[in-house]
């Protein structure tokens, strides 16, 4: 069955569905999202949104924090850009209906607005510890209304369909994407979506390792595709820990809000003594990168599984009120963090490479653009500052849209007939304990080997693994039914062995990467790390 559209939207996350709100004034729109339409990374957004919101700020500020953060890597026309654009993204936001946590100090409605590491000062627009869930479900309620989006929940994206996929193509054209196959999950049945333009929203890849933040969803789906298809990645060596995960043997990746520690949260060892104050003058507003190695390092030396992270000082009226989310999940484990430290451990938050973009989302594939966590944009650089992530997916795909309708207005585009997804004669598995073994095992050896701190000898490790169960899945999948387990094990096995590759080229420390066979940071090898699936890559 073919699915024709003006614009194939992969995702439901902020990115995918703030585009489709805009691309439906000039077109059909299909979003297909590989599990219900509210499951995304976005969904569990605690923290809030950065932009300059309050007279004590400027924009060189928020450029400044963001280019030191980013450790040398970000490219400073798209922060003066994103920065630039905040403002607005962020009133559009509210007036679609996200209701902003407001100060309750001063005159007139101004945000309260919250403090994060590595932030010089406060700009975190938020709805209490639950920002993401309210975007969510704001743009999930708008969608629903539009009639001119079509919204495919339990569909998940399989691969590209590029232009060779077109009947009689000349393989001299120009390679473009005309739309993707899609697997409907509960079918299990592959399908031709065609689309005259094609946005990935597909977000992060968390559940590349064994620890994460990132719920199910996050299998790096969209920057695997786009690399099949021969589109140009870019810094995924780039991987960011988020230093403060609940520790619980049932929380199943709770995120602890680094704005606990903007308001005061103080980290401490199981023995109650403070160690920040050894690694940053900023402590426990460092960047992200520093106090996710300092928590490592003090696990390490003295042996314990975890630290605290200590709110007890505060007044248990303001935890309540400012936190709820954080407090009730808390409390649901058995910590009352008005009065106990919260066990904490860091965990794989954030994925600062993706699919390499221009300032419009424009990817090197004709016809394909990317936009949120899945995208590399040149913003983050080395090292993502807290809270820019929402910021850049609404700038981008606000971006997107412009430049995608004047694509569609510009071009006349046709739909050519497309071969139909190919099942080669593959039947039925009766051997999925290969998926699983797979898939712990790949989860297991990028936490162990290219996790927070890195060596030659653990990446050289590392790739050798990879090797082999990419070979494995090779077979495998040329043998077996398509399944969406299956589609997530190809791509995190994918997204692993680039970020291996990625690792292995940058012979430096810089930001999230930390190597110790070079712990320095080279000013010589200041540059991007470009991938593209022809190259070859040696460790
Ligand atoms: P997502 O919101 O992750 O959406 C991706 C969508 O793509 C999902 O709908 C998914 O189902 C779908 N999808 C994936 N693969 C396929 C496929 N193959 N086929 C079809 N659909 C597919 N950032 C901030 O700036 N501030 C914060 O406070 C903050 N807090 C965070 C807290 C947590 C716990 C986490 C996990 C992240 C947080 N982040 C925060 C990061 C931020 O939430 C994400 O970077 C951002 O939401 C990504 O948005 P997105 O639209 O790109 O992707
Ligand atoms: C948090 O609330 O700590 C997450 C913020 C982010 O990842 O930007």
Not at 292 to 314: C, N, Q, W
Request: aromatic share 8%.
């Amino acid at each position: 069955m073919e699915h024709r559209t003006d614009f194939l939207v992969i995702g439901s996350g902020i990115a995918g569905l703030s585009f489709a709100l805009k691309a439906s004034r000039y077109g059909k729109v299909t979003v297909v999202t590989k599990k219900g339409r509210i499951e995304s990374n976005t969904n569990y957004a605690q923290g809030g949104i950065a932009a300059v919101l309050s007279k004590d700020d400027a924009f060189i500020n928020h450029q400044e924090d963001t280019l030191r953060v980013g450790d040398g890597l970000c490219h400073p026309e798209i922060v003066e850009m994103v920065v630039k654009d905040g403002p607005v993204r962020i009133k559009e936001l509210a007036e679609w209906g996200v209701n902003f946590s407001l100060s309750k100090e001063g005159e007139g409605k101004n945000y309260d607005l919250g403090r994060e590491g590595g932030h010089s000062k406060r700009r975190v627009a938020h709805v209490l510890d639950f920002t993401g869930r309210e975007i969510e479900n704001i743009l999930v309620d708008k969608i629903e209304k539009n009639p001119q989006i079509n919204i495919f929940e339990n569909h998940t994206a399989v691969d590209l369909l590029m232009k060779s996929k077109a009947v009689g193509h000349n393989a001299k054209e120009q390679n473009g994407c005309l739309g993707a196959y899609v697997l409907d999950v509960e079918k299990g049945v592959i399908s031709t979506f065609t689309a005259k333009i094609t946005v990935l929203a597909t977000g992060g890849a968390g559940k590349v390792y064994l620890y994460t933040s990132n719920p199910d969803i996050a299998t790096g789906d969209g920057i695997a595709m786009a690399y099949r298809a021969g589109a140009a990645v870019a810094n995924l060596e780039f991987v960011q820990f988020h230093p403060t995960c609940l520790y619980h043997p049932k929380a199943k990746s709770f995120l602890i809000s680094e704005t606990m520690r903007g308001e005061g949260g103080i980290l401490r060892k199981i023995d109650g003594s403070t160690f920040m104050e050894k690694y940053h003058a900023m402590r426990e507003l460092a960047p992200r990168d520093i106090v996710a190695r300092a928590i490592d390092s003090e696990m390490k030396r003295t042996g314990d599984e975890h630290v605290l992270l200590d709110v007890t000082h505060k007044k248990p009226f303001f935890i309540k009120e400012r936190f709820p989310q954080i407090f009730q999940k808390c409390l649901s484990f058995g910590i009352d963090i008005t009065k106990q430290p919260i066990p904490v451990v860091p965990a794989a938050h954030y994925i600062c490479g993706g699919v390499l973009t221009d300032k419009d989302g424009q990817t090197s594939i004709e016809r394909l653009y990317a936009c949120g966590e899945c995208a590399c944009t040149g913003l983050h650089g080395a090292n993502r500052l807290a809270s820019n992530s929402l910021l850049e997916a609404l700038v981008i795909a606000h971006r997107v849209f412009l430049k995608s309708i004047q694509d569609l207005q510009k071009n006349e585009f046709s739909f050519p007939p497309v071969e139909p997804w190919d099942t080669m004669g593959a039947t039925d598995s009766d051997e999925t304990v290969v998926i699983s073994q797979n898939w712990d095992e790949i989860r297991m050896f990028m936490w162990n080997y290219v996790g927070i701190v890195r060596s030659n000898k653990r990446l050289a490790r590392a790739k050798r693994r990879i090797e082999m169960i990419q070979k494995e899945i090779a077979e495998y999948y040329r043998n077996f039914i398509v399944t969406n387990d299956l589609v997530e094990l190809r791509n995190i096995a994918t997204v692993a062995e680039i970020i291996i590759n990625s690792a292995c080229l940058r012979k430096e420390s810089r930001g999230l990467h930390y190597n110790i066979d070079y712990p320095e940071k080279d000013e010589n090898k200041k540059g991007d790390t470009v991938l593209t699936r022809k190259m070859i890559h040696s460790c």
